[in-house]
């Protein structure tokens, strides 16, 4: 079954998802970017690589996948050395967006078939699941997941073509929806993404020690910083690369285009906004440049100043929102009045999803494990506070009444986005459009009255999609905000086939 939302109160990423060829220590690499893009998804996680096996002579896939943190389930050195051996790898790191987290969900998917071994892993979700299972299981397909992305195996399977590449490339003509995908079969490393593009992702290199080539794809490039590799370039949306013995003699990759005519992309903006690391380029870009941006835009729109001339304190929401009032608190000073930045609030870096506090079961209790104001920044100051998004609204209320407590002259609020009023269908886990505090309230101020600040702004649309990079043939998707979708949705489309 879809995962449960009741503590969702921040918008949850699905995946991170990693790819390395040419490499000899390809599962040691994944692994190490994996850990990196930790923040994409902390359920499950995933590697799988492909070696030769001298005795069959013929290649073979090995695979270790769990429940938990990167950390964790690849703790053992000797699943590098003695069982995710040769240099192809693929790793996922997940949260469920369309099936459970049960293990046989857990990616990367691999198959045996007539054409060899194949290895899958996904970031995003399909918006025509229902269609394409029912009409795969009707030619006799056999499910052994509760998610879309085994669709993209089967339908591979089922083509006709010869070679792996033009198979997959058939079935990602078939498929809807958002998709970054890495696979890797016996001889390359195919990375794609949809045709609107709304998930990153990006390719680097690494110098082997004989003077070759290896070559990485990651989310972000956080996850090649990690491992040394150099940035060559996003992927773009409708393209399909292949990375082969070819691409390591001659540095060319094959790119293809998934749709004949490629449209405008919709790049997920809220990866801009929250999703992404700051230190990471995601569609070719820095977040952080962004993120100060959105800051710097917030603070034209709705800076904060006292006729007394007195310094106001500006601080964010960790993590998300320190970049953001970094720009902030930088225009407010220097084009409207005085404002200094400070870090105003801890975030323990040590509570995962799992945490357990036994007999107390009260938000209150949870937010103040995640958070503890900074007493002597906040007392008797006139606070700006700066966060990325409001969803349910209970997470941001109780923060705000901890904030109180520290004795603070006023508490003013501002959002580097628009208030989230739609649901997402292309792979981010948001609570359902009845839980989202905006669509129960008609403007800003009430919802700022309760969640109990003195003043509350949200990023107006116009100014979010300033703070973006502009391009030539770039769009954004702003679906939660508008309730535009960019693709179609399906009906039911992430309802199941196969219940757990
Ligand atoms: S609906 Fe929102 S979160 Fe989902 S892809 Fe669009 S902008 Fe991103």
Redesign the pocket.
Known sequence: MTRKNEEIDK?RSNCGIVGVYNHPQASLMTYFALHALQHRGQEAAGITSFYYDEKKKKKKYAYTKGEGLVLDIFSDPKLFTDVLKGDIAIGHNRYSTTGSSKRANIQPFNISYHGGILSLAHNGNLTNTMTLRKQLDKEGAIFTTTTDTEIFLHLAANSKKKEPKEQILEALKIVKG?YSLVIISEDSLMVARDPYG??PMSIGRIKNKDGSYAYVAASETCALDIIGAEYIRSVKHNEFLVINRKTVETGEMESYKILDKTPEA?H????YIY?SRPDSKIFGHNVDKVRRKLGKNLARESHVIKPSGEKVTVFGVPDSGNTAALGFARVNDRDFGPAAFEIGLIRSHYVGRTFIAPGQKSREFKVKVKFNPVKGVIVNRNVVVIDDSIVRGTTSKTLISLIREAHPKEINMRITSPP?K???????D?PSSEELIANHYDSEEEIGKAIGVDSLHYLSMEKLLESVPQEEGIG??????DGN??VKIEKNHTKLVTED
Request: a positive charge.
């Open positions: 918008p958002a709304f998930r919709k997920c903006i809220f990866e999703f989230i739609f649901p997402c269908h292309y792979g981010m948001f954004y998707c702003t679906a939660c905000f979708y960019p």
